[in-house]
């Protein structure tokens, strides 16, 4: 299972692959897709099937998760929780404030190198040393991991500062065996000083990779 470990036990986890059709939709979320093209309403609504699955787990009714004015997910009152895809896959990440859980971030990429010429748009100057010390044929799907390390951070901030900026204010150190990653801040982005990080959990399973970071 790709998101087995990801987060702590109290933090409910659903994938599945991306299905066929279009699954059930509750009307406020329809209306937030009504106009996208199909693969966007399909990725969507398997989306929101995990992330209901994953409420499920946590005990909680099925319920609408509409979409905020900066197309973040509307969740329902005293839950927290995250939705990622690829093209081939969903997932969700749910968990409960009063289970003390601030914010989550996931993201799923598929296991495939990047170019190196991405790194000038996604690394620091120390990701890129960090990456130029690694065995080449492993550079291409490292840079991915620091990608998909930096959109879980990312997602995981925003809940709290709803703030945008560039992969460049986060930086991004790996602890490969553990499975863990550190994203550090380069500036200040309120509520968090330069210096501060966020702890998270990376994993390669079959052909993807999932990254998931969180805020107690």
């Not at 199909?38 to 946590?58: I, K, N, P, V, W």
């Not at 896959?89 to 991405?118: M, N, Q, W, Y």
């Not at 992969?167 to 499975?179: A, W």
Request: charged content about 25%.
């Amino acid at each position: 299972m790709l998101l087995a470990n990801l987060f702590d036990p109290w933090v409910a986890v659903s994938e599945a692959a991306l299905p066929r059709s279009i699954g059930m939709l509750y009307p406020e979320e329809r209306a937030a897709i009504a106009g996208a093209v199909y693969r966007r309403r399909l990725e969507f609504s398997a989306g929101r099937a995990c992330a209901r699955q994953a409420m499920d787990a946590l005990g909680l009714p099925a319920a609408a998760i509409p979409v905020s004015t900066d197309r973040t997910p509307i969740w329902p009152e005293g839950v927290i929780g995250s939705i990622s895809h690829s093209t081939k896959k969903c997932a969700a990440a749910v968990a409960l404030h009063s289970d003390g859980i601030t914010a989550i971030g996931l993201d799923i990429e598929e296991a495939s190198p990047l170019e190196e010429e991405f790194s000038e748009e996604i690394c620091t100057t120390g990701e890129r040393d960090w990456l130029a010390s690694r065995p080449v044929g492993e550079r291409g799907l490292l840079l991915k991991a620091i990608f998909c390390a930096k959109e879980s951070a990312y997602k995981c901030q925003y809940t709290l500062t709803r703030t945008i900026f560039d992969f460049d204010v986060l930086r991004i150190e790996m602890n490969l065996p553990e499975g863990q990653f550190s994203a550090y801040f380069e500036a200040d982005v309120l509520p968090f000083k330069r210096g501060d990080r966020l702890n998270g959990r990376i994993r390669f399973f079959g052909d993807h990779i999932a990254a998931g970071a969180m805020l107690r």
